[in-house]
């Protein structure tokens, strides 16, 4: 097993040199971010807030016990904040910084997939350069007596960096995007909780909302 992934290794770095070993390395990190990612959403209940939300509603309609009763039920990450909110913390920057540190654990990793993104393609194409650079070597070392067949292999084989760099870069940036997606909406709900729970009774809306002028 050890000997196979040596050569297969190996033959990598023969057929795109160092730059498509360090892209594959940051593709098997990305996929392993990735996966952790999934897990860790999975585990916190990201997008399964449903036994929250009815106890928002309820909260909202007036009904504190049944509030109370769905908030226990609920699995969500956010069930603390809701709670405190619940259970008369008024302190809206406080709620806030409570659910941002909660979003904060599961940003973790956001950055080096953005990094991996925006760095991928241009390691590809610093592959592409340094191919291309040695085919031109090879083309002047050959002479007057020149081999087209040469110069278009090392020609290719300079372009699948930029190739491999795509590759890495393109599913990469679309994982990051889907996760922020989810991470968005998971913003807007808990403001809206912390909104409706702390809003005034009689007005269940948001306290920067501007009530309108009457009109005689």
Do not use: C, N
Request: no cysteine.
């Amino acid at each position: 097993m050890i000997t196979m992934l040596r050569d297969s290794i190996l033959r990598i770095a023969d057929l795109g040199g160092p730059v498509v070993l360090v892209l594959v390395s940051l593709s098997v990190l990305v996929l392993a971010v990735v996966l952790y990612k999934l897990w860790q959403f999975t585990v916190a209940g990201v997008g399964r807030h449903k036994a929250l939300q009815k106890a928002v509603m309820a909260w909202d309609a007036g009904d504190r016990t049944g509030a109370r009763a769905h908030l226990d039920r609920s699995g969500s990450y956010l069930r603390p904040v809701v709670s405190m909110a619940i259970d008369g913390q008024t302190d809206a920057a406080r709620l806030e910084a409570e659910a941002e540190m909660r979003f904060a654990r599961l940003e973790s990793g956001f950055r080096l997939l953005d990094s991996v993104a925006q760095l991928a393609p241009l390691l590809g194409l610093f592959g592409t350069v340094l191919g291309m650079i040695s085919a031109f070597q090879a083309l002047q070392a050959a002479g007057a007596q020149v081999d087209p067949s040469i110069l278009a292999g090392g020609i290719w084989v300079a372009l699948l960096t930029t190739a491999v760099g795509l590759a890495v870069a393109m599913p990469t940036a679309l994982v990051l995007s889907w996760f922020e997606a989810r991470m968005d909406s998971e913003r807007v709900l808990a403001q809206t909780a912390l909104h409706t729970i702390l809003a005034p009774e009689g007005r269940r809306l948001p306290d920067t909302a501007e009530s309108k002028p009457a009109h005689a």
